[in-house]
C-alpha cells in the first residue's frame, strides 16, 4: 500500500511592511507597497494593513508596482518577468502578462490606463495592451538594466504617442510607438540613468544618474526655440541639419545637496507641475518649477549680475585686447538664454537617517501636501510639505522657520524587523512567536499574526519561551542572556554567560532548567529559580567544556543525554547526568550547524553547511542514511512532535519535509525570497513557523489533501522544466521567426509551461479533425462540432500566451486550423469570435508566410478567408461605432442633468 502524507500548505506571510516601491492610492488616504510575493495595502490614519492582493500560487517576488490614473488597475511586475494585473478595489487578478526574462524593473500606465509599458532586467522594453491583455511590441536597443520607462502622449507638436526610456548603459532613447523605432538616442550621460520625470504637459525630460546632476531636455514643439539655434549653430560649422530632433538638450542643474556619489534613485513631478522631487540615498530634495514671468526675472537678474561682474572684471585686467572683448560678448549672449536653473529652484531637502528606496507623490489630490517613502529598514513614512496658503499664513508668527518645514505625520513600521531575523521559537501552548533581529525582538500573537510586543533586545541569536509562557530568554551576540517578561516587555535581568556568542539555548525537557552552547568552547546548564511569584532568576549549575566552538545543543525529550554540534564538523553526545562523553557522531565534511532529537529518544538528525543531513541512532551512534538536502548549507532541522518526520531548511531559500524513517523527500515549501535562518514546529505539529533574511516570518499549515510522493515528484519536474524554459529564453534573445537578436522590435511573448501545455491541446484538438470517429475524440468533443471544441480549446489558453502556444503548431496542420477559422466566421455569432479568429489567422499567416507562397493549394481557402475577415471585421467595427456613439449620448444626457462627473476623466469622445 502506497503511504500518503498529509500536505502543508502557506497559511500566510507577516512581518514584511515594504520590500521595493510603494504608491499613493487616489484618495490619499491608503498606501500600496509590495510585500514579497504579495501586495499590502495600508491605512495612513490607522496605521494598519487593510488587506492583502496575492495568491498563494505566486512564488517569485514583487518587484515593481504602478497604479493606473482611474484607480481602477494596479499593475505588479515580479522577479521571474511575469506582470500580473489586479483589479485594485476586489483585490482579484484580471491577466497574467508572460513575456520579460528577467526581473520587472520599471511600469508605466498611459494617461487614459489603456496601455502599460514594463521595463525589465533582461534590458527589454514590452507595450501591452491593457484592454486586450496582450503584447503589442518588444523593443531592443538598451545593453544593460532599463531603469525607467514613461509614455508620452501626442498632442505636444509630434504625431503619434512616444516613449522615453532610460538605462544603467547610460543613454535615454525616445521610440514612435506607432512605427515601433527609435528615434533619437540621447547620449549627454557618462554614468548609468537611473531615473527620468516628464512634466505632466509634456514639455521637459528630466533625467538623474549616478553622478547626482540632473540634465534637462526640451521636448517636441517646445524646443523649437532651442532646435532653430541648433540649426543655426550647425550651418555655421558647416554640419548638415538635423531638424528632425524630438528632444534638445536644455542644460543641467548641479544639486547642492548632493553628498559624495550620492545617486539620482526617483525623480517625480507633482500632478500641476509646480514641484520637482528628486529621492537620492537618505534625502529627498524638492524644486520649485517657477511659472514663466518668474522665470523671465530670474534670468534678467542673472544676466544684469553676470554683466556687471564682467565689467568689473574688464576695469582690473587692463591688458585686455579686441579679441578677447568679443569672446567675452559671445559668451554674453549664450548667457543671456534661459536655463534650467531660471526655471528650478531647491526649495527644501528632507534628510533621512534611513536609506530610502522609492519615493511617491500623492498624484490625485491639490495641493501636493504628502508624499510617501519606503525605507530601506522595512517601513513607511508620510510627510506633509506646507501649501502656499499655509506658508503664507505662517510668515506672520514668529516661529514661521518651523512651521514652514516638511513634518513626518505618520510612519508605518511596528509590524516588521528591521533587518533579517536570525532565530524564532514558539511558547509551549503555541499562542505566541518570539523572533530576534540585530536591532530588536518581537512577539506576535499566532492567530492574528500580529505584533504585541517590541523587545529591546540588540544582537540576538537565539531565543525560547520558559514554561508558562511568562518570560523569554534570548542569548546575544555578546554573550549574554536576556531574561524578559511577556507581560510588560521589560528585561527583568542580563546574565553575563559566555565569553562569546551564544549560537544556541535548549530547554530541559523536565522544565526545571535549560543548556547554553557558545563560542566560547563552552556548554553551560542553567536552572530555574522563582525569587518573586512574578520575576525569574537563572543560576549557574555546571559547566561542559568542548574542543571547539559549539553550534548546536539539545537535550533528549528522556533528559538523559545531551548532544552538542561543533565546529569540527562532529557531534558529540554526553549523559547529562555526569555529563560523562558517550557517543561521537562523525561523517560532515563541514560544520554542523544544526541538529534535533525524536520525541521517543531513538533518532538524531544532523544538518550541515556540506548541504547533507544525516540520520543517527541514538543507542549505538550509528548513520542510518546520509542525504542531500539541500542546494546550499542547512540551517535548522526539526522532528516534529511524536514523529519521525522532519524539517529542514537552509540558505538556498526553501524548507523541506521528509520521512525519517522511509528516507523519503516528502515535500518542499518554496516561498522565502532569501536565506531561511530559522525555523520550528508546533508542539502538535500542525503548523511550521519560518523566517529568513527576506525579513518575512512564514507559517505553513497542515491541510486534510492527502500528498502523494509520484505527484510531488511530477510537481518538481513541471517546476524545473519552467525554470529550464527560462534559463533557454534568457540565454537566447533572438526571435523564432527569423529575425536576430540585435532587430530594434519583436514579439512580446516568451515560452512557459502554460503555452507548452496549450500547443499540446490544440494539436490534440486539430488531430480530431483527421480521425472524427475515434472513441476519445467522442468522448471530449460531445454534441459540439469539431471547430467549436477547437474554439472552445483556444479559448481556455490565456490571450498572452496564445500566440507562443501557435508558434509551436506545424505547418501540416494549418489546413484544419484555418477549416476552423473559416467555421468561426461563418458562424451566426461570429461577432464574438471575430478576434480570436483574425488574430490567430493573421499570426498563422506571418509565421508561415514562406511555405504558403510556394504552396498553391491553400490559395482557395486563404482567399475565402480574406473575404469573411474583411466582413466581420467590417460589421465588428460598425457595432463599435454604434456603441461608442450611445455612450457618448449617454454622457452627455448625464453631464447636462448632474453636477458631478460620473466618468473620471475618461475621453469617450475620441
Known amino acids: 500500500m502506497v503511504k500518503t502524507y498529509l500536505k502543508y500548505e502557506l497559511v500566510e506571510s507577516f512581518g514584511v511592511i515594504s520590500s521595493a516601491n510603494a504608491l499613493i492610492d487616489a484618495t490619499g488616504r491608503c498606501a500600496v507597497s509590495a510585500s514579497l510575493e504579495s501586495i499590502s495595502i495600508w491605512s495612513l490614519k490607522k496605521k494598519e494593513k487593510l488587506r492583502s492582493i496575492g495568491n498563494i500560487d505566486i512564488k517569485a517576488e514583487v518587484t515593481y508596482l504602478a497604479l493606473s490614473g482611474d484607480n481602477i488597475t494596479l499593475a505588479a511586475g515580479y522577479s521571474d518577468g511575469v506582470v500580473r494585473l489586479w483589479d485594485f478595489a476586489e483585490g482579484t487578478l484580471r491577466s497574467t502578462l508572460t513575456g520579460h526574462r528577467a526581473a520587472v524593473t520599471t511600469m508605466h500606465f498611459s494617461k487614459d490606463g489603456g496601455q502599460l509599458v514594463t521595463g525589465s532586467k533582461d534590458t527589454e522594453i514590452i507595450i501591452w495592451d491593457v484592454v486586450s491583455e496582450t503584447g503589442v511590441v518588444k523593443l531592443r536597443g538598451h545593453r544593460d538594466q532599463v531603469t525607467c520607462c514613461k509614455l508620452v502622449d501626442s498632442g505636444i507638436g509630434q504625431s503619434g504617442r512616444k516613449l522615453i526610456s532610460a538605462s544603467r548603459d547610460g543613454l535615454v532613447k525616445i521610440w514612435d510607438v506607432d512605427t515601433q523605432h527609435c528615434i533619437q538616442t540621447l547620449v549627454g550621460h557618462r554614468n548609468p540613468v537611473t531615473s527620468i520625470a516628464v512634466h505632466p504637459e509634456s514639455h521637459t525630460l528630466v533625467s538623474g544618474c549616478t553622478d547626482g546632476s540632473l540634465r534637462f531636455w526640451k521636448l517636441g514643439e517646445f524646443a523649437s526655440e532651442l532646435r532653430a539655434k541648433a540649426k543655426q549653430d550647425r550651418g555655421r560649422q558647416g554640419v548638415e541639419d538635423d531638424d528632425e530632433l524630438y528632444a534638445v538638450y536644455y542644460g543641467q542643474v548641479i544639486r547642492t545637496s548632493a553628498i559624495g556619489k550620492d545617486h539620482v534613485g526617483t525623480l517625480r513631478y507633482s500632478v500641476d507641475g509646480s514641484l520637482l522631487a ?116 505662517n510668515d506672520d508668527d514668529d516661529n514661521s522657520s518651523e512651521k514652514n518645514k516638511t513634518k513626518m505625520i505618520a510612519a508605518i513600521e511596528y509590524g516588521g524587523h528591521s533587518s533579517d531575523i536570525k532565530a524564532v521559537s514558539l511558547s509551549y501552548d503555541d499562542s505566541m512567536i ?166 521517543d529518544s531513538n533518532l538524531l538528525v544532523t544538518g550541515s553547511a556540506d548541504k547533507n543531513i544525516k540520520i543517527w541512532g541514538l543507542d549505538f551512534g550509528d548513520c542510518h542514511k ?23 531548511c537552509g540558505k538556498d531559500k526553501l524548507v523541506k519535509y521528509w520521512d525519517a524513517d522511509k528516507f523519503e523527500h516528502v515535500q518542499t515549501l518554496r516561498g522565502h525570497q532569501s536565506e531561511v535562518w530559522g525555523m520550528c514546529v508546533s508542539s502538535n505539529g500542525k503548523f511550521v513557523i519560518s523566517v529568513s533574511h527576506d525579513r518575512s516570518i512564514r507559517m505553513w499549515g497542515q491541510t486534510d489533501e492527502q500528498l502523494f510522493l509520484e505527484e510531488e515528484k511530477e510537481n518538481e519536474l513541471d517546476t524545473m522544466f519552467e525554470e529550464s524554459l527560462l534559463a533557454d529564453a534568457t540565454k537566447g534573445g533572438g526571435d523564432d521567426l527569423g529575425v536576430t537578436g540585435e532587430t530594434e522590435h519583436t514579439r512580446a511573448t516568451r515560452p512557459t509551461t502554460e503555452s507548452s501545455k496549450g500547443s499540446d491541446r490544440i494539436l490534440e484538438a486539430l488531430t480530431f479533425m483527421d480521425e472524427p470517429d475515434s472513441p476519445l475524440a467522442a468522448a471530449l468533443v460531445g454534441d459540439r462540432t469539431l471547430s467549436e471544441y477547437v474554439l472552445h480549446v483556444m479559448t ?96 452627455r444626457e448625464l453631464e447636462q442633468t448632474a453636477e458631478g462627473s460620473y466618468f473620471r476623466g475618461f475621453d469617450i469622445y475620441g
Open 796 to 891: 481556455t489558453i490565456g490571450a498572452s500566451e496564445l500566440e507562443e502556444a501557435l508558434l509551436i503548431l506545424p505547418f501540416a496542420n494549418l489546413r484544419n486550423m484555418c477549416a476552423c477559422i473559416n467555421d468561426w466566421l461563418n458562424s451566426e455569432s461570429n461577432i464574438k469570435h471575430t478576434e480570436i479568429a483574425c488574430r490567430t489567422l493573421f499570426f498563422l499567416l506571418s509565421i508561415h508566410q514562406k511555405q504558403l507562397s510556394v504552396d498553391r493549394s491553400m490559395l482557395p481557402l486563404l482567399l475565402e478567408l480574406n473575404k469573411k475577415a474583411k466582413d466581420a471585421l467590417s460589421k465588428q467595427k460598425r457595432v463599435i461605432g454604434f456603441n461608442k456613439a450611445a455612450l457618448v449620448h449617454i454622457r
Open 434 to 599: 518570539v523572533t530576534c533581529s540585530s536591532q530588536y525582538a518581537k512577539i506576535y500573537n499566532t492567530k492574528s499574526r500580529k505584533c504585541i510586543r517590541t523587545l529591546d533586545v540588540k544582537e540576538g541569536v537565539c531565543a525560547m519561551f520558559v514554561p508558562g509562557d511568562l518570560h523569554v530568554i534570548i542569548g546575544t551576540k555578546s554573550g549574554d542572556l536576556e531574561i524578559i517578561e511577556v507581560g510588560s516587555g521589560k528585561t527583568e535581568k542580563i546574565e553575563a554567560a559566555h565569553g562569546g556568542c551564544i549560537w544556541s539555548i535548549c530547554i530541559n525537557p523536565n522544565g526545571k532548567g535549560f543548556a547554553s552552547a557558545s563560542a566560547d568552547k563552552s556548554v553551560k546548564l542553567w536552572e530555574f529559580q522563582l525569587p518573586k511569584p512574578s520575576s525569574l532568576k537563572v543560576v549557574h549549575s555546571r559547566t561542559l567544556q568542548v574542543e571547539t566552538d559549539a553550534f548546536c545543543v539539545k537535550i533528549s525529550p528522556n533528559s538523559k543525554m545531551i548532544a552538542v554540534s561543533l565546529l569540527d564538523n562532529t557531534v558529540k553526545v554526553y549523559h547529562l547526568e555526569t555529563l560523562k562523553f558517550f557517543l561521537s557522531l562523525y561523517g560532515h565534511r563541514l560544520p554542523v550547524m544544526t541538529l534535533s532529537i525524536s520525541s
Open 626 to 648: 546520509s542525504i542531500f538536502a539541500h542546494d546550499d548549507s542547512i540551517m535548522q532541522v526539526a522532528f516534529v512532535p511524536f514523529t519521525h518526520y522532519v524539517f529542514t
Open 278 to 393: 528628486c529621492q537620492s540615498d537618505k534625502q529627498v530634495e524638492f524644486f520649485s518649477v517657477l511659472s514663466e514671468p518668474e522665470a523671465n526675472k530670474r534670468q534678467k537678474r542673472r544676466v544684469k549680475r553676470r554683466k556687471t561682474e564682467k565689467k568689473t572684471k574688464i576695469k582690473k585686467e587692463d591688458e585686455a585686447t579686441e579679441e578677447h572683448a568679443k569672446a567675452d560678448d559671445d559668451e554674453e549672449s549664450q548667457t543671456e538664454e534661459m536655463v534650467p536653473t531660471d526655471e528650478y529652484v531647491s526649495k527644501e531637502v528632507i534628510v533621512s537617517d534611513i536609506k530610502i528606496k522609492s519615493f511617491d507623490f500623492n498624484a490625485h489630490k491639490v495641493p501636493h501636501t504628502h508624499f510617501l517613502c519606503s525605507m530601506q529598514s522595512n517601513s513607511l513614512c508620510l510627510y506633509k510639505m506646507p501649501s502656499e496658503a499655509e506658508e503664507d499664513d
